[in-house]
C-alpha cells in the first residue's frame, strides 16, 4: 500500500502536456492552426524555471495526405520554438518566440499563452487537394537538449525532470473550392 502511494506521488510531481483540441481552419489566404494544450511542468520544472533556468517548447505540426496503395504523401512540417524564462529583476516570466517577447506576472499566466495556439498560417490555400482526405498532427514538448548539461544529465534518469507530451491526431478533408 506504501508502494502504491509513492508511485502516486511520485506520478503527481512529473510533468505532462495534454492536447485538448485542434482545428485546421481554411482562410483567405491559407490555413491556420489552433490548438490547446493543458501544460503542467511538475514542481521540480517549476522551480528550475523561477530560480532563472530558461525552459524550451517546440510545437510540432504535421500534415500527410493518406494513399491506399503507396505511401503517404508528406504535405507539411511546420515547427515554432518558444523560450520561457524568469527575470528576478522585473519579477516577471519572459516568453519569447522568434522576435517577439511577452512578460507575464505568473508561471501560469505564461504556460496558459504557451499552450494556447490561434490562427498559426501553416499552408497556402493551394497547398491541398479539393476533397481528399488527411491526416494532422500537433504536439507541444518540452526541449530537454536546450536544458544546461546538468540538467540534461540529470533528466534522463530523474522523473521530476521529464514532461510527458502526447500527440493529438486527426482527419482533415480539404473542403471543396469552386474556381
Known sequence: MLALLLLTAVAAQAGSIEPKRAAL???????????EFAVDLGNRLEDAVARGVPLYFNLEFVLVRSRKYWVNEH????????RLAYSSL???YRLTTGSLH??????????RVVGRIG???????DALKNGEH???AVRLALDRSQLPKPFQVDAIMDRDLQV??????WQFVAPL???
Open 25 to 35: 481552419t481554411p482562410g483567405e489566404d491559407g490555413y491556420t492552426l489552433s490548438a
Open 75 to 82: 504535405v507539411i512540417t511546420r515547427s515554432l520554438a518558444y
Open 90 to 92: 522585473t519579477r516577471q
Open 102 to 111: 511577452q512578460n507575464f506576472g505568473s508561471l501560469e499566466e505564461a504556460l
Open 119 to 125: 490562427a498559426l498560417p501553416v499552408l497556402e490555400r
Open 134 to 136: 488527411y491526416e494532422a
Open 164 to 169: 510527458d507530451a502526447k500527440v493529438l491526431r
Open 177 to 179: 473550392v469552386s474556381p
